[in-house]
Structure formats: C-alpha cells, structure tokens
C-alpha cells in the first residue's frame, strides 16, 4: 500500500484563475479513475489534468456533486497539455463528505461518473460519503 505523504508533488493548483505553487506534502494526490468518457482529459478512464474541483458545497449524495474540472471532448480534442497518470490532486467543496478536509479531498481513490456527460452538471463524485446529521 502507498503511503499517502510518498504521493506528493509539487506544481501549479490553478483555482479561481490564480495560480499557487504547491510546497512539498502541501497536497495529496488521490487515485482518480473516471467513467466521464465525453470529458477531455479522460485518457482510459484515467485524468490528464493536473488537478480536479469536486464541486457540490451542500451535496448530501453523490449526484448532488460534480466534476467542475469537466470539458466537453468535441470530435478528435484532447488534451495534449498533460499525461494521463492514476493519481491527481482533487480540491472538493463538498462540505458534507467526510473525505473533504480543508476543501481537499483526503480519499485513497475516488471514481468521477457521468459516461456520456455533455457537461459539468452531469458528472459526479460516484466516492461521495456524506458525513450528514
């Protein structure tokens, strides 16, 4: 099993158009796997993107949240910009999840669902674990 602090790197966490330069251990990744098959990034079943927003602030089962990092493949577009990998950083504003701590998702893995989503309000966190009264 991976130690969670061995799955750290640092880079650029882009979020409300401003970038933060990521410190050492400042945040964890987490094993993404995504059935979001009309997404941009998705590169079987695995992100291209540095890092995700799971959005969802007052989400209480999982097809109340959704990925707010989706684009929409149109025709041949993909994104040439990164390489897929297993495991990216994912911000999350699900407050009521138990996995969210500090708006930073601290799940070993989560799955992003919405097959043939056309866009970002047909996604969602399929990992949501609401931690509600």
């Excluded at 640092?10 to 409300?16: A, E, G, M, N, T």
């Excluded at 927003?53 to 089962?61: E, H, I, L, R, T």
């Excluded at 707010?68 to 009521?96: I, K, L």
């Excluded at 708006?103 to 966190?125: F, L, P, V, W, Y």
Aim: charged content about 30%.
């Amino acid at each position: 099993d991976t130690n969670k602090a061995d799955r750290t790197w640092p880079f650029c966490l882009f979020y409300q158009n401003t970038c933060k330069i990521a410190e050492k251990g400042e945040f964890e990744m987490t094993r993404l796997k995504c059935t979001v098959k009309n997404c941009m990034y998705n590169e079987d079943r695995l992100c291209s993107k540095n890092d995700i927003m799971v959005g969802g602030q007052d989400a209480a089962k999982p097809n109340e949240t959704r990925c707010d990092s989706f684009r929409e493949r149109t025709g041949s577009m993909t994104n040439s910009m990164s390489q897929a990998r297993e495991e990216t950083s994912v911000g999350c504003h699900a407050q009521n999840c138990r996995f969210n701590q500090d708006c930073k998702c601290q799940a070993d893995e989560i799955g992003i669902a919405g097959s043939n989503a056309c866009c970002c309000s047909e996604t969602e966190c399929a990992s949501f674990d609401c931690q509600c009264k």
